[in-house]
């Protein structure tokens, strides 16, 4: 019995390897790097291991010899030599830790400058933060515009997405003028700006895979970058408790090819994803193309009607604008999840709609759990239709 004990105690050590080997997966894991951000924070990471376990060994090979060696025999009454204030001693211990540091300080300084490096002047962004100019300064290499690293030709245009962090969710505005909640598109192989800011509490902006963490702020704008190297879906995650779903805030960083990643933005800029506001038809027809039928194609307009009577326009912007309130579903049909923790199917959407709070404790969105099941499942049509990847592939 006993010995079985043993072994169940290993049992939470190998849940936690499994959970650890799952990561690499979902290109959440800052072990798994993508970018050249999370490379060098990763290089870095092994390097002060290293570092560190170099001090453990020499530590603990120091301490058994003095165990060992230095231990009193039998017949030793006198006491050891004294090496108190020892003038070669304690410049050794001294000096050595001073290196190490120094070993460590270097990349370090280094690639503090490298993730602060500020938005290329010429893509007119907002960073007015003095202080971080100043830094960027001294840095040296962005202030022309023209970064020493070999990859950023982009120079002008740079692509600089504003970001917002509300109490449970992300919003992404993009230059052209639109918005995208939760998934933030980006093109792969270039550094892509955020300017981070946060409407109601702290929230922390964090793509383990990608790079660094960082604050988001009311009333402050920080600012950092970031580069996938390959096209993909990069999990991010708020890294700062902000309320009862904190765990639950996540987003995603989807990386295309720049080609592909020009077709979305142009998709999204248009406002076509959603058919456009102007007019409910363009929406059926979008609708009765996809899938051929014409009752699809009403429910889907009946449910652009059901979207405006039940309120939801209020907070959900469909025509590419972001409101504030509640994540724009202008391209809702291509979220690889419902508020980011629900598979994307027409049931968990209706559950979402009735009973948000059910699933994300404390969060913003008003509940519907009487709306008639016409409405629904009308919203539920339209809302599964608006999609800009299809679009752009057309
Ligand atoms: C008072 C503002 C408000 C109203 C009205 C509202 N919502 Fe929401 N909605 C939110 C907020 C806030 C969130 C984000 C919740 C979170 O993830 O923390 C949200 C999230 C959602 C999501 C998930 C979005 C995503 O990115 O995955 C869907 C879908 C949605 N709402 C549909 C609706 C529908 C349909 C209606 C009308 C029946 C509606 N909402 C009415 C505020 C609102
Ligand atoms: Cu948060």
Not at 280 to 294: F, K, V
Not at 324 to 344: H, M, V, W
Request: overall charge negative; aromatic content about 8%; glycine content about 10%.
């Amino acid at each position: 019995m006993k010995r079985h004990l043993g072994l169940l105690r290993l049992l939470p050590l190998t849940a936690v390897f499994m959970l650890l080997a799952g990561c690499g997966e979902e290109r959440l894991s800052a072990l798994d790097p993508y970018g050249p951000q999370a490379e060098w924070i990763l290089d870095n990471m092994i390097l002060s291991l290293y570092v560190m376990a170099l001090v453990v060994i020499v530590v603990f090979v120091l301490y058994f010899i003095a165990v060992f060696k230095f231990r009193k025999k039998p017949g030793d009454e006198e006491l050891p030599k004294q090496v108190e204030g020892s003038k070669a001693l304690e410049l050794t211990w001294t000096i050595i830790p001073v290196i190490l540091l120094a070993i460590l300080a270097v990349p370090t300084i280094w690639g503090t400058y490298y993730m602060a490096e500020e938005v290329p002047e010429a893509a007119g962004s907002s960073g007015e933060e003095s202080g971080d100019e100043e830094q960027s300064g001294e840095g040296g290499d962005s202030q022309n515009g023209e970064s020493s690293s070999e990859e950023s030709s982009q120079g002008e245009d740079a692509l600089v997405i504003d970001v917002t962090g509300h109490q449970f969710w992300w919003q992404f505005d993009y230059p052209e003028g639109f918005s995208a909640g939760n998934e933030v598109y980006i093109p792969t192989n270039e550094k892509v700006w955020f300017n981070l800011t946060a409407s109601d509490v702290i929230h922390s902006f964090w793509v383990p895979a990608l790079g660094g963490k960082i604050d988001t702020i009311p009333g402050v704008e920080n600012t950092m970058w970031l580069q996938a190297n390959e096209p993909g879906v990069y999990k991010g995650k708020c890294a700062e408790l902000c309320g009862p779903s904190h765990a639950l805030m996540d987003f995603k960083v989807i990386a295309m090819e720049p080609e592909e990643y020009e077709a979305w933005e142009a998709e999204m800029a248009s406002g076509n994803a959603s058919g456009g506001q102007q007019s409910e038809e363009s929406g059926a027809e979008q609708e009765t193309s996809d899938n051929g039928s014409g009752e699809g194609a009403s429910t889907v307009s009946d449910g652009r009607q059901a979207f405006e009577d039940q309120g939801c326009i209020t907070c959900h912007a469909v025509d590419g604008q972001g409101t504030g309130q509640g994540p724009t579903l202008s391209n809702f049909g291509d979220r690889e999840k419902i508020a980011n923790i629900l598979e994307p199917t027409d049931e968990n959407l209706e559950d979402w709609i009735r009973h948000p709070d059910d699933i994300k404790q404390g969060n913003n969105m008003p509940s519907f759990p009487d709306m008639n099941d016409e409405d629904m499942n009308a919203i539920v049509q339209y809302l599964q239709s608006l999609s800009a990847e299809e679009n752009m592939n057309q």
